[in-house]
């Protein structure tokens, strides 16, 4: 899943930024709200942590400017305001949940998880195909019952292609769905990693998974 972070606190956001990308997201981080809207515009994102005390334009600004339509990320308040009269501000303006500075990374991790299950974003954690099996929760995928070892980007790919089974994704879809957006890297390099998925799967038994579409880009159909 892709997610946006929204905090002015260089220190905060750098370290949200590492837990996050560990636990399996995707990640971007802008320090201010007119940089949160520039991201907001140019990707589309499942999650939002999001500061209410930002410089340029604040947390309740950004939370009025998201989409209304299906492009809409689920969005959780994290601010250091601990008010009653701050968190029903917060809700009505959109948010979908509210923690209060101080807080435990893994009660932030355990509410996004929340958010994501939600109806409009719930997606099962289990996949299973040709005998390979995933599990997005526990970030571990085998084939016939035997672990297969991959990197996170690997298994970032992989999970995409089998949620998407059946339709062709260009190499520049992956490329933006599995990068952030301030990678330097060339989506040529999505060949590299599909071609060493590939590989693992092959020597697992399952060499045919992924097939390329010349021209077109890359599915499991």
């Given at each position: 899943m892709k997610l946006l972070i929204v905090?002015?606190?260089?220190?905060?956001?750098?370290?949200?930024?590492?837990?996050?990308a560990g636990a399996g997201f995707v990640v971007d981080a802008a320090a201010d709200g007119v940089a949160a809207a520039g991201f907001l515009a140019g990707f589309d994102y499942?999650?939002?942590?999001?500061?209410?005390?930002l410089p340029r334009r604040d947390g309740f600004e950004v939370l009025r400017a998201l989409p209304r339509d299906g492009r809409r990320p689920r969005t959780l308040v994290l601010s250091a305001r601990d008010?009653?009269?701050?968190?029903?501000?917060?809700?009505?303006a959109g948010a979908d949940d509210y923690l209060v500075k101080p807080f435990a990374f893994e009660e932030l991790l355990a509410r996004l998880h929340a958010l994501?299950?939600?109806?409009?974003?719930?997606?099962?954690?289990?996949?299973?195909?040709?005998?390979?099996?995933?599990?997005?929760?526990?970030?571990?995928?085998?084939?016939?019952?035997a672990p297969l070892a991959l990197t996170p980007r690997e298994f970032a790919l992989l999970e995409l292609l089998l949620r998407h089974r059946?339709?062709?994704l260009a190499r520049a879809?992956?490329?933006?769905?599995?990068?952030?957006?301030?990678?330097?890297?060339?989506?040529?390099?999505?060949?590299?990693?599909?071609f060493g998925l590939r590989?693992?799967?092959?020597?697992?038994?399952?060499?045919?998974?992924?097939?390329n579409r010349r021209g077109a880009g890359y599915l499991i159909p």
């Open positions: 905090e002015d606190s260089e220190r905060l956001r750098r370290n949200l930024r590492q837990g996050l499942d999650l939002v942590v999001l500061d209410l005390m008010q009653v009269g701050d968190r029903v501000a917060a809700l009505n994501a299950r939600r109806p409009a974003l719930a997606q099962s954690p289990l996949l299973e195909h040709a005998g390979v099996a995933l599990d997005s929760h526990a970030r571990n995928a085998c084939v016939h019952g059946g339709r062709v879809e992956i490329h933006e769905r599995l990068a952030g957006s301030d990678s330097t890297a060339s989506d040529r390099g999505v060949e590299v990693l599909v590989r693992k799967l092959a020597a697992a038994g399952c060499a045919a998974l992924i097939e």
